[in-house]
């Protein structure tokens, strides 16, 4: 798995952050986990740009603090970056989510005011309401997008629970 993520970022890292004109179809699909039971896949949406996302340990059993690693160029300077997530199952909307990761007054993680352009690696907890996954198949968007409402990364993933 180790091996994997860092292949992975470095690909990531050195793959032209353009894939240029053509629209060549959508980026390809990754494992960011694969554990007893639970299975993580994900897909970038944002146009533009793949990135590298695993989750360390994933159970069904989401525990309150996870190891994820995370990299990507960025697109935009992130003095404040927001995640909305929107989560489905069979279909229908089930949850919405929005949360503030960093912000001028809060910043909570290492790379919060990094600039266009720079890479970031991050690789280290995440806190998150510790819940038991119940069995099933759930579709989730994600969006990371800065105080300008500019995308800074967007994923689809597919989270399948058995
Ligand atoms: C992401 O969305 C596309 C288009 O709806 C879908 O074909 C693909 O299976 C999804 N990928 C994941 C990992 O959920
Ligand atoms: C989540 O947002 C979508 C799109 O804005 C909306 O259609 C859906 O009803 C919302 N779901 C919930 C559970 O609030």
Not at 135 to 157: D, F, H, I, M, P
């Amino acid at each position: 798995m180790k091996g994997f993520t860092v292949a992975l970022l470095l690909w990531t890292l050195i793959s032209p952050s353009c894939r240029g004109g053509g629209g060549g179809g959508a980026w390809p699909t990754h494992m960011a986990c694969s554990d007893s039971g639970l299975e993580v896949l994900y897909q970038s949406c944002d146009p533009l740009q793949d990135f590298g996302f695993s989750i360390e340990k994933c159970s069904k059993e989401l525990k309150p603090k996870v190891n994820i690693r995370f990299g990507i160029i960025l697109r935009e300077d992130i003095k404040e970056l927001f995640l909305d997530l929107a989560l489905m199952a069979k279909g229908s909307s089930v949850l919405n989510f929005s949360y503030p990761i960093c912000e001028e007054a809060l910043p909570k993680f290492s790379f919060c005011g990094r600039r266009k352009g720079e890479q970031i690696y991050y690789a280290g907890p995440v806190n998150n309401p510790g819940i038991e996954i119940p069995q099933g198949e759930y579709q989730v968007l994600l969006e990371l997008y800065t105080e300008k409402r500019s995308t800074v990364a967007c994923a689809n993933a597919t989270i399948i629970c058995s």
